[in-house]
T-cell receptor, first 111, second 119 residues
Framework: QKEVEQNSGPLSVPEGAIASLNCTYS??????FFWYRQYSGKSPELIMS????GDKEDGRFTAQLNKASQYVSLLIRDSQPSDSATYLC???????????FGTGTRLKVLA | GAVVSQHPSWVICKSGTSVKIECRSL??????MFWYRQFPKQSLMLMAT?????????EQGVEKDKFLINHASLTLSTLTVTSAHPEDSSFYIC???????????????FGPGTRLTVL
């Protein structure tokens, strides 16, 4: 059973702090990884994709991938109350193009 | 870029009726479209994968005769919930992917979702 695991949270951080969200996956052959943000009652919106080991930065967001350890993380710098949402980690199932989603981590940024 | 629309955004129908939901990729050609369902406080559940011009592939446990999917063009897929019942009430979300086989084209872009309420 191919799995993607995330801590469900809630993860509470004060405004302006760094939020660190983690995700582990079971299929060592996975190559494509994504982070989505989902506000309550809304559909997921893409934050970032990452394919290579290392860091990828986009504004306040940094994705980190370590294929040897099979984890991918998302750092949110200068967290804002508007960042409060559920963050979904998705990994493409090898050979099918389907996403395997984690259960999501609920982030609360406290003003 | 990479905008996906869904219509309608919400629908209320009577039990036994059929409801059609449209999913369109507005600024790219979607080789593959996916249909998900999400119940409150639960994660997304993949219902089916559709490729343009071919039959949809349904996930285990999803009734293909109840949830009819048509992917008639590279920009349009439709989901028809036939003979809807209250237990079909849910948030239905489509996604579209260029899926050209290269990095960056396997990304799924999600539509805004359709909230279905069956009375």
């Amino acid at each position: 059973q191919k799995e993607v695991e995330q801590n469900s949270g809630p993860l509470s951080v004060p405004e302006g702090a760094i939020a660190s969200l983690n995700c582990t996956y079971s299929d060592r052959g996975s190559q494509s990884f994504f982070w989505y943000r989902q506000y309550s009652g809304k559909s997921p919106e893409l934050i970032m994709s990452i394919y290579s080991n290392g860091d990828k930065e986009d504004g306040r967001f940094t994705a980190q991938l370590n294929k040897a350890s099979q984890y991918v993380s998302l750092l949110i710098r200068d967290s804002q109350p508007s960042d409060s949402a559920t963050y979904l980690c998705a990994v493409i199932e090898v050979g099918t193009y389907k996403y395997i989603f984690g259960t999501g981590t609920r982030l609360k940024v406290l003003a | 870029g990479a905008v996906v629309s869904q219509h309608p955004s919400w629908v209320i129908c009577k039990s036994g009726t059929s409801v059609k939901i449209e999913c369109r990729s507005l600024d790219f050609q979607a080789t593959t479209m996916f249909w998900y369902r999400q119940f409150p406080k639960q994660s997304l559940m993949l219902m089916a994968t559709s490729n343009e011009g071919s039959k949809a592939t349904y996930e285990q446990g999803v009734e293909k005769d109840k949830f009819l999917i048509n992917h008639a063009s590279l920009t349009l897929s439709t989901l028809t919930v036939t003979s809807a019942h209250p237990e079909d009430s849910s948030f239905y979300i489509c996604s579209a992917s260029p899926r050209q086989g290269a990095r960056g084209t396997d990304t799924q872009y999600f539509g805004p979702g359709t909230r279905l309420t069956v009375l």
